[in-house]
């Protein structure tokens, strides 16, 4: 299930802890492997528990937590807009509103091309430029209706990679 290279690739992660504590590698390969399938269904989370030699409860507990991991299959591009005090008081909903409006979609939803998922997320510690949201990778602030046309525009399409949200890489 997982490719030999991305098992190559948890394994230079695993090495970056001691010896027996391969389990620290947990978030590192849940990206890894969802970088791979486009998202992290029980399968997966079975087959990083088994490279990891760590109980499939410990992969799900981390996968479930956070919000960089896609427990179903999402759109090509992902947008995780914060609605968390300092972008809602700086207008998220608003962006919130014009998004739903745009795409014809709400919060854990993607678009009926596969384009566009939205996720709504909590504080991206991007407070200072809010209202802010992570577009696949890339962290966008100060947004306004016509700044996130303009970003959803330019992104490439049709499908391609699978590209993944690490807000917290090793
Ligand atoms: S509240 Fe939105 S980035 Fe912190």
């Not at 001691?18 to 486009?38: C, D, S, T, W």
């Not at 990891?52 to 996968?63: H, Q, R, S, W």
């Not at 972008?87 to 014009?98: M, Q, T, W």
């Amino acid at each position: 299930m997982l490719s030999a290279q991305a098992q190559d690739e948890i394994r230079s992660e695993i090495e970056k802890y001691p010896k027996g504590h391969a389990r620290a590698a947990v978030m590192a390969a849940l990206r890894i492997a969802q970088n791979e399938h486009g998202w992290v269904s029980r399968d997966v989370m079975e087959h990083v528990a088994d490279f990891l030699e760590i109980e499939p409860i410990k992969v799900a507990e981390v996968a479930t937590f956070y919000t960089m991991y896609d427990l179903k299959p999402v759109g090509r591009h992902k947008i995780s807009l914060c609605t968390n005090i300092s972008c809602a008081l700086r207008g998220s909903e608003g962006i919130e509103k014009h998004l739903r409006e745009k795409l014809k979609i709400g919060f854990g939803e993607t678009t009926k091309d596969q384009r566009f998922t939205l996720q709504e997320v909590e504080c991206l510690a991007a407070c200072g430029g809010a209202p802010a949201a992570l577009i696949d990778t890339e962290y966008h602030e100060n947004l306004t209706p016509r700044k996130i046309n303009e970003i959803l525009d330019a992104l490439p399409w049709p499908r391609g990679k699978f590209e993944f949200v690490c807000l917290n890489p090793a």
